[in-house]
């Protein structure tokens, strides 16, 4: 359905509808050894988006790429994937390759009609992607425990799971985790432990916030 803007915020609604429909949850089963990452960077008065891959064990970049923005600026509270998404997902083809899983920073099915970011470029590029966010949009969670690794179900209107509020790092605040497409919210939790061994973010999403934009 593409991330274009359909000109309404009705319009949109319907589309993010359409394509949560299509999210597929699963187990992520196998060793993710390569993982993308994905973020948005301001540089002066000017929006980019930038796309990493990152190794494991070492968490060395492998490679980078970053897209102009356009009108990434203008967030519209819930439709984010419509002002984001199509810098994204240029920057992530500009990539050349396609790691086991993506991060995204941003929402997955954590989102009023369960496409948030993650999801919305998940299900477009048919890639497992895991959402990262600093808050939530919908759905409530008690505080997890405070040592790193201890987590608690973000739990939506009809008592589904949708998401996890994980402790990363101990003594941090924490991370809003969800699956974006073809992984669960276990899998999702995992791999964002996996990859967060020493700060609160996944290194796949620092890496893409540290890239150099010329």
Do not use: K
Not at 131 to 151: D, I, K, T, V
Not at 205 to 212: G, I, K, M, N, P
């Amino acid at each position: 359905m593409g991330l274009s803007y359909p000109g309404s915020e009705e319009a949109a609604e319907r589309v993010q509808r359409a394509v949560g429909a299509r999210v597929e949850l699963r187990v992520l089963s196998g060793e993710v050894r390569r993982a993308a990452g994905a973020a948005m960077c301001r540089v002066g008065d000017r929006w980019w988006a930038c796309a990493v891959v990152v190794g494991f064990p070492d968490f060395n970049v492998l490679g980078s790429a970053v897209a102009a923005a356009g009108e990434a600026q203008e967030y519209r509270p819930g439709l984010r994937a419509f002002f984001e998404g199509p810098a994204l997902m240029r920057a992530l083809e500009g990539l050349g390759e396609r790691p086991e899983v993506l991060f995204v920073r941003g929402h997955g099915i954590c989102h009023p009609r369960r496409c948030g970011l993650a999801s919305h470029v998940g299900v477009e590029l048919r890639w497992p992607a895991v959402g990262c966010a600093e808050r939530l949009l919908c759905g409530c969670a008690e505080e997890p425990g405070a040592e790193r690794g201890q987590w608690v179900p973000v739990v939506g209107e009809e008592g589904e799971w949708i998401g996890a509020a994980v402790r990363v790092q101990r003594g941090a605040r924490p991370v809003y985790v969800s699956p974006g497409h073809l992984c669960d919210v276990e899998s999702a939790v995992a791999l964002t432990l996996q990859w967060a061994p020493r700060f609160r973010w996944p290194e796949p999403l620092r890496a893409a916030r540290q890239v150099e934009v010329r």
